[in-house]
């Protein structure tokens, strides 16, 4: 055991939107011994880890509470839309990208009154035009959207949707799966009532957990609202975690050590310092894509800092996966972009990397550029 934990294990740099390049330590903390999960041991590490993922958010352990599940970010999308809508309640989706409009989809398939508010994936929502569709119907029970839009790199106002969500008295839930442990979240200034993500985005741990953090209150409230789905129903897993201290259904065990080693990561770290180290990085993809004359989508001062939409220049020996391959090949990753009407890549700052990892990625792209006799500067019609 000691000679497999001390071995250094091949390190790739992950530009892709998770999971995220991890540290040998969190990697190595899924190698422990067998462990029954209805242990008291067990119950307790969770109870533990429960409570660091509402205090990342700075949320009082009085008001605020998290229920964990076992599968992608889109487990919670599910969970929150199904299990949080009172009977005779809509839901209003505030749409500007592909993770808002999964949740649309979630409405779709639970057969949910809904109504899909969309904006252009480059541009953000107009707050006048949310507030109008609150006022015109006061049957909206449930207000969702997304912090990053992970699709563009888009940061949505969600302080001020969050507002008017609840001065129209709706419930307000916030995709956070690509910003929760990296940019600063405060829950209850930013007028969320629950927010989500996932182990392997801003913790740096492992893919298989994810979680729900949200309002005691309204969990309980929402016992008394129509059940749509078994396992997805937030309230009937938080009231096992009440009861029992344990998942109601077998977690995902080895993953939620590795978890737990990436929330030591995190405190050790510190939310200034892992958001200053995030910015260097995505200081560095800009500093790196200006220098070979890339475009990218989002007005600069509407990203995130972690999502760069990258367009694909107007070259005619432009080929994403050849570039991919060649990257890939050398231990970088980079990914496809997830908008439907323009060709795009994305390079991404999250996990255990830093400036130093997005210059070696940079010389490596270079050459992937140089390889396939891709013009630098890149080339663009429009310029």
């Known amino acids: 055991m000691?000679?497999?934990?001390?071995?250094?294990?091949?390190?790739?740099?992950?530009?892709n939107?998770?999971?995220?390049?991890?540290?040998?330590?969190?990697?190595?903390?899924?190698?422990?011994?067998?462990?029954?999960p209805r242990e008291k041991e067990f119950g307790g590490l969770m109870k533990g880890l429960r409570e660091d993922l509402v205090k990342i958010v700075h949320g009082d352990l009085e008001k605020y509470s998290s229920v964990l599940f076992c599968g992608s970010g889109t487990i919670n999308i599910d969970a929150c839309i199904s299990s949080l809508l009172p009977e005779g309640g809509k839901v209003l989706v505030v749409d500007n990208g592909a993770y808002s409009t999964r949740a649309v989809e979630v409405c779709q398939y639970y057969g949910l009154p809904y109504?899909?508010?969309?904006?252009?994936v480059d541009e953000l929502p107009d707050l006048e035009k949310v507030e109008q569709t609150l006022k015109e119907n006061p049957d909206i029970a449930l207000v969702h959207t997304t912090h990053n839009e992970t699709g563009t790199g888009i940061l949505n106002?969600?302080?001020?949707?969050?507002?008017?969500?609840?001065?129209?008295?709706?419930?307000?839930?916030?995709?956070t799966t690509s910003t929760y442990a990296m940019r600063p979240i405060h829950?209850?200034?930013?007028n969320i009532d629950f927010c989500m993500a996932s182990a392997q985005k801003g913790l740096m741990a492992m893919t298989g957990l994810s979680f729900v953090v949200g309002?005691?209150?309204?969990?309980?409230?929402?016992?008394?609202?129509?059940?749509?789905?078994?396992?997805?129903n937030l309230y009937q897993q938080y009231d096992f975690f009440q009861r029992t201290g344990e998942m109601h259904f077998t977690p995902p065990v080895q993953t939620i050590y590795a978890t737990i080693q990436a929330l030591k990561e995190y405190w050790a770290e510190g939310e200034e310092a892992k958001w200053a180290r995030h910015t260097r990085v995505f200081e560095a993809i800009h500093e790196g894509l200006d220098a070979l004359g890339?475009?990218?989508?989002?007005?600069?001062e509407w990203q995130s800092g972690l999502v760069v939409?990258?367009?694909?220049?107007?070259?005619?020996?432009?080929?994403?996966?050849?570039?991919?391959?060649?990257?890939?090949?050398?231990?970088f990753t980079i990914y496809p972009g997830k908008i439907s009407t323009t060709n795009t890549f994305r390079l991404c700052a999250l996990g255990a990397i830093d400036r130093p990892d997005i210059e070696a990625f940079f010389k490596v792209f270079r050459e992937a550029l140089e390889v396939n006799k891709i013009q630098i500067p890149a080339k663009y019609k429009e310029a």
């Open 157 to 175: 106002p969600i302080r001020e949707i969050g507002a008017l969500a609840h001065k129209y008295n709706a419930t307000f839930t916030v995709d």
């Open 17 to 36: 939107p998770g999971p995220s390049t991890t540290t040998d330590t969190v990697k190595y903390a899924q190698v422990v011994p067998d462990i029954c």
């Open 309 to 331: 939409s990258v367009k694909y220049p107007d070259d005619p020996n432009w080929n994403f996966e050849k570039v991919h391959d060649y990257c890939y090949e050398r231990g």
């Open 294 to 300: 890339f475009h990218d989508v989002i007005r600069r």
């Open 115 to 120: 109504i899909d508010l969309k904006f252009p």
């Open 215 to 232: 309002s005691r209150a309204i969990l309980e409230a929402s016992k008394e609202y129509p059940k749509r789905s078994y396992y997805c």
């Open 2 to 15: 000691e000679q497999l934990i001390q071995k250094p294990v091949k390190r790739n740099i992950l530009l």
């Open 187 to 190: 829950i209850e200034e930013d």
